[in-house]
Antibody
C-alpha cells in the first residue's frame, strides 16, 4: 500500500524558513517522480513543483511564485522527499501535499499545514 | 501559463441525478487532463487521467471526455458519498495548473 506522510509544518514569521518532509513507502521511491501541491485555506489547489527520479536526472521545476525561494530535493536512501522553503511570505500559508508522479498525481499524503504570520 | 476554467463553480443536485462539470483550457492541451475529487478535510484523490481513463478502483459512474481545449466530467448517477469538490488539472505545459474547483452538494 502506498503511503506518503508529510511532516515539518508549523507557524513561522514572514521571512523565515521551514523544511517539509514526506516519508514514502509501498512503492519504489527511487524510480518515482514526485511533486508538491499546496492549498491555501478555503482555496483551490496550486502546483508547487516537482523532482524527477534520480535515474532521470533528479532535476526540478517550480511554479513562478516559489521559484528561487523553495528547493525540492530527495533522499532515495531514506525514501524521503523534501521541500526547503525560505523567505516565506504570508501568501505561502497553505496545506502542503506531497504526491507521487509529475503529470498524473496518483497518490497524495494527508498534508501538513504551514502558517506564515507575524 | 495555461488557464483552466471550470464550470459551474458550485452545483446542487439530487441523489440519482446525472451531473456534468466542464473544464476549458486557455489553449490546446491535447488530452493531458486529469480530474481529482477532494472531500472535506481530506487530500485530493485521482479519479480520471488522460481525459478519459478511469483510475483503478474508481466507480464506473465517473467518466471523462474531451480533447483539445474542452473537457467534460460526468457522474452518471449521483451518490451521497460523491459530495466533494472536483478539480481538473492540465499537464501539457509547465507549470501544471488546476481549475478553480467545482463544489458539489446534495439538494
Amino acid at each position: 500500500e502506498v503511503q506518503l506522510v508529510e511532516s515539518g509544518g508549523g507557524s513561522v514569521k514572514p521571512g523565515g524558513s521551514l523544511r517539509l518532509s514526506c516519508a514514502a513507502s509501498g512503492f519504489t521511491f527511487s524510480n518515482a517522480w514526485m511533486s508538491w501541491v499546496r492549498q491555501a485555506p478555503g482555496k483551490g489547489l496550486e502546483w508547487v513543483g516537482r523532482i524527477k527520479s534520480t535515474t532521470d536526472g533528479g532535476t526540478t521545476d517550480y511554479a513562478a511564485p516559489v521559484k528561487g525561494r523553495f528547493t525540492i530535493s530527495r533522499d532515495d536512501a531514506k525514501n524521503t522527499l523534501y521541500v526547503q522553503m525560505s523567505s516565506l511570505k504570508t501568501e505561502d500559508t497553505a496545506v502542503y501535499y506531497c504526491t507521487t508522479g509529475s503529470n498524473v498525481l496518483g497518490y497524495w499524503g494527508q498534508g501538513t499545514l504551514v502558517t506564515v504570520s507575524s | 501559463d495555461i488557464q483552466m476554467t471550470q464550470s459551474p463553480s458550485s452545483l446542487s443536485a439530487s441523489v440519482g441525478d446525472r451531473v456534468t462539470i466542464t473544464c476549458q483550457a486557455s489553449q490546446d492541451i491535447r488530452n493531458y487532463l486529469n480530474w481529482y475529487q477532494q472531500k472535506p478535510g481530506k487530500a485530493p484523490k485521482l479519479l480520471i487521467y488522460d481525459a478519459s481513463n478511469l483510475e483503478t478502483g474508481v466507480p464506473s459512474r465517473f467518466s471523462g471526455s474531451g480533447s483539445g481545449a474542452d473537457f467534460t466530467f460526468t457522474i452518471s448517477s449521483l451518490q451521497p458519498e460523491d459530495i466533494a469538490t472536483y478539480y481538473c488539472q492540465q499537464y501539457d505545459n509547465l507549470p501544471f495548473t488546476f481549475g478553480q474547483g467545482t463544489k458539489l452538494e446534495i439538494k
